[in-house]
């Protein structure tokens, strides 16, 4: 079964951007990939389907600043003009038929 | 609109059986490509994926946990039913719910707000 692997922590400045990575595991870079959020205290929410080719659609009511993109096996996940907000933690997700994996989360800090 | 909501007992003591619900709306589980899950996430931690039911009745564990898990569909009140035994401390985690559409991709796009499991004596 697929792994994915996101860093720990990142973080920038408000106003910035910044480019969140999930690297999926050898055998595993064409994989289709969901990104959520879960803000402090809440329940994860979607935001994105990525695709190997790098076409995302997103969830609704997701804002424009959220875009996605892939190059081999990595998934990037950009937010642009950085919120308040959106500090959170972000994971990555995958599946096949019959699981599904979600990476360790990688802790957004909007400095 | 579609929202899922978790129910059950906020504390277990350890070896009992645990038992959740989630009760949604905005979609039904008779129709084709409609599926729910569970999910967990222990205090500071990561979720980890449980199980899967489809609108056809085909059910999916995880491999470490399948030997504790049955995932359970009432179709007529809209509830999925999770059972896990043998409660351990370490099983101690926010349990969600959310809901999977098959439409060729096995996309999960609604989360329910999650029940807080304590396990404890």
Redesign the interface.
């Known amino acids: 079964q697929p792994v994915l692997t996101q860093s720990s922590s990142a973080s920038a400045s408000l106003g910035s951007s910044v480019k969140l990575t999930c690297t999926l595991s050898s055998g595993h870079s064409s994989y289709i990939i969901a990104w959520h959020q879960q803000q402090p205290g809440k329940a994860p929410r979607y935001l994105m389907k990525l695709e190997g080719s790098g076409s995302y659609n997103k969830g609704s009511g997701v804002p424009d600043r959220f875009s996605g993109s892939s190059s081999g096996a990595d998934r990037y996940l950009t937010i642009s003009n950085l919120q308040s907000e959106d500090e959170a933690d972000y994971y990555c997700e995958t599946w096949d038929s019959n699981t599904r994996v979600f990476g360790g989360g990688t802790k957004l800090t909007v400095l | 609109q579609v929202t899922l909501r978790e129910s059950g007992p906020a504390l277990v003591k350890p070896t009992q059986t645990l038992t959740l619900t989630c009760t949604f709306s905005g979609f039904s589980l008779s129709t084709s490509g409609m599926c729910v899950?569970w999910?967990r996430q222990p205090p500071g931690k990561?979720?980890?994926?449980l199980a899967?039911i489809d609108w056809d009745d085909d059910k999916?564990y995880?491999?470490s946990l399948k030997t504790r898990l049955t995932i359970s569909k009432d179709t007529s009140k809209n509830q999925v039913v999770l059972t896990m035994t043998n409660m351990d401390p370490v099983d101690t985690a926010t349990y969600?719910c959310a809901r999977i559409r098959d439409y060729g991709?096995?996309?999960?796009?609604?989360?329910?707000?999650?029940t807080l499991v304590t396990v404890s004596s």
């Open positions: 899950s999910i990561a979720l980890e994926w899967r999916y995880s491999t969600y991709d096995l996309l999960l796009d609604y989360w329910g707000q999650g």
